[in-house]
């Protein structure tokens, strides 16, 4: 097999991510989002991570209305035979070394502490803004030190329904 390339999505790679979305998560709501946020002009930062001209692993960044320059992380999917060998991990560095570049401020998402603590992403660091998720699994990285420490985040309309499952998903997840 040879090395894993990361690269920019490009039109022709939008069937292979969907793929990999399918394969990674138990329902299609993550290639839902995904699709939503590239059609109505959301998604800031695709990034795919390709195989011998397979796309194995896919991560969107897309605006929020903030404060501040904000995105949101979501989705990030790896296809279930490549999982755990570090090419989540490169997306999501590539990701912010390029969100870092074009002056976004802050990012958020939800997910495993023990998985984004290691990009800086904390709970304490979105704990001042208002925002339709909360909790352990609620996280920032903080790009800019010149940010404000609160306010509203409004996310994009692609993520209505995950808002909605939210309060279930959180109720069944147990605590770090």
């Known amino acids: 097999m040879g090395p894993i390339t990361i ?42 991570a390709e195989r011998d001209s397979t796309i194995v692993g896919h991560v969107l960044f897309s605006r929020l209305e903030a404060p501040m320059r904000a995105l949101t992380l979501s989705p990030l999917g790896v296809r279930p035979g490549f999982q755990k060998a570090g090419i989540g991990s490169a997306l999501v560095r590539k990701g912010l070394v390029r969100a870092q570049q074009k002056d976004w401020q802050a990012v958020f998402l939800l ?6 603590g290691r990009f800086g992403f904390s ?7 208002t925002a339709p ?7 920032a990285r903080i790009l800019d030190d010149q940010v404000p420490r609160k306010g509203q985040l ?8 995950d808002i909605k499952q939210y309060p279930a998903l959180l109720a069944s997840l147990k605590p770090p």
Not at 19 to 48: K, M, Q, Y
Not at 111 to 116: E, I, K, Q, R, V
């Open 7 to 48: 690269r920019d999505e490009t039109p022709r790679d939008e069937d292979a991510i969907r793929t990999v979305h399918l394969s990674a998560f138990p329902n299609d709501l993550a290639a839902r989002i995904a699709d939503e946020l590239r059609t109505s002009g959301d998604a800031i930062i695709s990034l795919v």
């Open 111 to 116: 997910g495993s502490p023990a998985y984004y």
């Open 123 to 129: 709970s304490a660091a979105a704990q001042g803004y």
């Open 133 to 139: 998720y909360w909790g352990w699994p609620f996280m």
């Open 154 to 161: 409004t996310f994009p309309a692609a993520f209505d329904e």
